[in-house]
């Protein structure tokens, strides 16, 4: 709806509510004459109370309330078709409301108004059939509709007229007088008058059933989402027209105020339809609004099936499906990965392609009901299209990092390689031939016959196994050879002998563990020990290494002085990064005064099915 549609059917609405105003006749004899009742179609009611003393008259009040109905109408209209592309049913909604106003000619004096009002008093009602059967598009969908809405509107017309051609009020109010001038009159005849009035009643009843029924059965065999949107509305006809036809039954049955008290029922009853539908709007505002919520909240993290629930919720489609975007078939795939057809025009489901830059991501399948919410779908469709976007991101990211982390493993897997090919270069190369020298540099001591050259050759063979020491604890701190030779439990306890602190070893593996974490575990071990020996001022030191069937965990712990803070340059940060490289965590504690603790956990994953987030030194204090 355009803002010129809008300012044009307001302009009508206003200028209808003032004729309508300037028409009523506040006289009181006006007042209380019984035939220009609002919403009192059949004579035989103006007869029953023009027959009641005490009847009550129209006032202020229930002309305010009249006036409330019919712009209610109106402006309920003008929000559904500002919100619907096709605007049928704000259309039907705003025509509803226009004769409803039109019907308050009645309540004027000249007889051609009052005689139009006469003849509109219940012609609001056949647009509301219509949106009822034609919800929620609008559109009749087949010829029997068609011919049933036609139907629906000659009947009410004819209805109108048969009623007032053979009445004539000023002859038929026994308690006060009517000035009301009919110009359907063709004769007056009070019998023929009653027997069309009662046919009309009849007629009236069993449609009003009938809608009830059809309504009934309409939402009964509609989908979820159409019961969803559909249910205000279709309560608030039922309850309309329930009212409609108490209201035609009481009018003709109660006595005294009772009477006049009756047809107020019409207002609320009335009411009752722009407020449902104005329901149906909000509802679908604030899905919106918990759509948008919902993308906020995983925004960060999407993931498929919660996003597909919450728009179920959001939308009350439970048959809803999100469908992605299969660049390998190519086309859509579901949650199951079974290759999916989007549905066709007419099969009760409807869809929407979801897009990125111009390339499809996704498609979303609903109940066709839900085409009357454009601008809903259309924030589903931002929020879901960014979302599977974001999604094929982080996709892409998590492959990423997976692919760095097994870089990262193969190089801490080559470079322990290297180590034990340096290892064992140094024990089978430079180190054999350098005991190969001390041998010779012994035997030549002992043949030299001059005692300076024996001292010169001490010396040198001295500083030779000198050499050799230092050469041993290189290769050593290559590559341990205990490791290879005893394992885990075997270097430790190695390590322990070596180490001026008293150290306590426990070391429990509940199965073989690979050659790397063994390794990493080894040199955590020893990077702690070496720490808490130059640093801590410890009397002793505990380490233990227990393992899992996936998993090594090391503990390494002293009762030093504590308040260590480890450096971004210093060798705990090394093994932090070889931890983090094996997908494991690595974790200092320090408090001051109260020791260090150094924990690792290995896992034994060679092949990283995800990417964890990678460890953080975390300390209280640490290992200088």
């Not at 998590?398 to 470079?415: D, F, N, P, Y």
């Not at 996936?550 to 070889?578: F, I, K, Y």
Request: charged residues 20%.
């Amino acid at each position: 709806m355009t803002p010129r549609q809008t300012a044009w059917v307001l302009a009508v609405t206003a200028g209808l509510a003032a004729v309508v105003l300037l028409a009523v006749d506040w006289s009181p004899l006006a007042m209380q004459d019984p035939a220009r009742t609002l919403g009192l179609l059949n004579a035989q009611g103006v007869v029953h109370l023009g027959g009641i003393a005490d009847r009550v008259p129209f006032s202020l009040l229930e002309f305010a309330m009249f006036l409330a109905v019919g712009l209610g109408l109106v402006l309920s209209g003008v929000a559904a078709w500002r919100s619907q592309p096709n605007g049928r049913p704000g259309f039907l909604l705003v025509l509803a409301g226009w004769l409803w106003l039109a019907a308050g000619l009645r309540r004027s004096s000249d007889p051609l108004a009052f005689t139009t009002g006469v003849t509109l008093t219940l012609m609001y009602q056949p647009p509301l059939l219509q949106l009822a059967l034609s919800f929620p598009t609008g559109t009749l969908k087949t010829r029997l509709q068609k011919v049933a809405v036609g139907f629906f509107f000659s009947l009410w017309l004819a209805i109108a007229v048969a009623n007032w051609a053979f009445f004539d009020p000023r002859l038929h109010v026994a308690a006060g007088e009517s000035t009301s001038r009919n110009l359907l009159l063709l004769w007056d005849d009070l019998a023929l008058t009653t027997a069309i009035g009662n046919a009309a009643r009849v007629v009236q009843i069993c449609v009003g059933l009938a809608i009830v029924l059809l309504l009934a059965m309409r939402w009964h065999a509609g989908t979820p989402a159409y019961r969803s949107s559909f249910l205000p509305l279709g309560f608030a006809l039922i309850l309309k027209t329930g009212a409609t036809i108490w209201v035609a039954a009481a009018v003709v049955q109660f006595s005294g105020p009772q009477a006049s008290e009756a047809l107020l029922w019409q207002y609320p009853a009335t009411a009752v339809v722009p407020l449902a539908v104005l329901v149906g709007l909000w509802r679908y505002r604030f899905a919106r609004g918990a759509l948008s919520e919902l993308m906020v909240e995983i925004g960060s993290a999407p993931l498929n099936e919660r996003l597909t629930d919450a728009l179920r919720k959001t939308v009350r489609d439970p048959s809803l499906e999100l469908w992605q975007w299969s660049p390998g078939q190519p086309g859509f795939v579901d949650g199951h990965g079974r290759a999916r057809e989007l549905p066709a025009e007419h099969s009760g489901r409807a869809a929407m392609v979801l897009e990125r830059k111009g390339l499809p991501v996704g498609a979303l399948v609903f109940d066709q009901a839900l085409r009357d919410q454009p601008q809903l779908l259309e924030a589903v469709r931002s929020a879901t299209s960014l979302t599977l976007d974001n999604r094929n991101m982080e996709q892409q990211l998590r492959e990423q990092l997976i692919e760095v982390r097994r870089s990262r493993e193969r190089i801490v897997t080559a470079g322990d390689a290297r180590r034990r090919q340096l290892e064992r270069d140094l024990h089978d190369g430079a180190q054999q031939r350098l005991v190969a020298v001390a041998m010779e540099l012994a035997r030549a001591r002992r043949l030299a016959p001059d005692g300076d050259v024996r001292e010169l050759i001490g010396h040198a063979a001295g500083e030779l196994n000198t050499a050799l020491g230092e050469l041993r604890e290189l290769a050593r701190g290559v590559y341990p050879p205990s490791l290879r030779e005893r394992g885990l439990a075997g270097s430790l306890t190695a390590l322990a002998e070596r180490t001026p602190v008293p150290m306590d070893v426990r070391v429990e593996l509940a199965a073989p563990v690979p050659p790397a974490v063994e390794l990493a575990a080894y040199f955590i071990c020893a990077e702690a020990v070496t720490n808490t020996a130059k640093h801590a001022g410890a009397t002793m030191i505990r380490a233990r290494a227990t393992g899992t069937a996936d998993r090594l965990t090391v503990v390494v712990e002293d009762n030093g002085r504590g308040g260590a803070a480890p450096g971004p340059d210093g060798g705990l940060m090394g093994l932090a990064d070889r931890a983090a490289a094996l997908g494991g965590t690595f974790d200092v504690v320090s408090p001051p005064g109260q020791g260090t603790t150094v924990t690792a956990v290995l896992p034994f994953s060679a092949e990283p099915a995800s990417v964890p987030e990678l460890p953080a030194v975390e300390s209280e204090g640490g290992l200088p």
